[in-house]
C-alpha cells in the first residue's frame, strides 16, 4: 500500500466519488474528519472517519458483476475485522439519491 497510489486515485477520483466527497462536507464542517482513499490492510477505502470508525464505499457497476459481489463481500467482512463499520452505495445512489444518502451517513454519525 503506497500514499503514492492513494494520492493517484484521490487525484482520478470518479463523478460519483467526488459528489460523496461533497455530500460529506457538511460532516466535516461539523467535527467528522473523513478522509479519501485510505490505506487499510491490502485495501484502500474511498472514504473513512477514523473517529467514528465508519468506512464509506462508492461502487461502480463492476462490483455488481461477476466475482464483484465476492469480492466487496470480503472486502467489508476484512474492514469490519479491522473495527469500521462499512456503509456501501452506488454510484446511482449516489448521484440520482443524494438526499437519501446524506441520510443515511447522517443517521451512523448520530
Known amino acids: 500500500m503506497s500514499i503514492k497510489r492513494a494520492r ?7 463523478v460519483p466519488e467526488r459528489a460523496m466527497w461533497r455530500l ?4 466535516r464542517d461539523e467535527g467528522f474528519h473523513f478522509r479519501r482513499q485510505v490505506p487499510i490492510g491490502r485495501y484502500y477505502a474511498d472514504f473513512v472517519c477514523h473517529g467514528k470508525n465508519l468506512v464509506i464505499e462508492v461502487d461502480g457497476d463492476s462490483h455488481g458483476i461477476g466475482g ?5 463481500e ?7 475485522g479491522e473495527g469500521y463499520d ?5 454510484n446511482f445512489e449516489v448521484m440520482n439519491n443524494p438526499e437519501g444518502v446524506f441520510a443515511s451517513v447522517e443517521e451512523i454519525l448520530e
Request: aromatic letters at 10%; proline letters at 4%; a positive charge.
Open 8 to 14: 493517484e486515485l484521490r487525484k482520478n477520483a470518479t
Open 68 to 72: 464483484g459481489l465476492k469480492r466487496d
Open 86 to 90: 462499512v456503509l456501501r452505495f452506488t
Open 24 to 27: 460529506l462536507k457538511p460532516f
Open 74 to 80: 470480503i472486502r467489508t467482512e476484512f474492514l469490519q
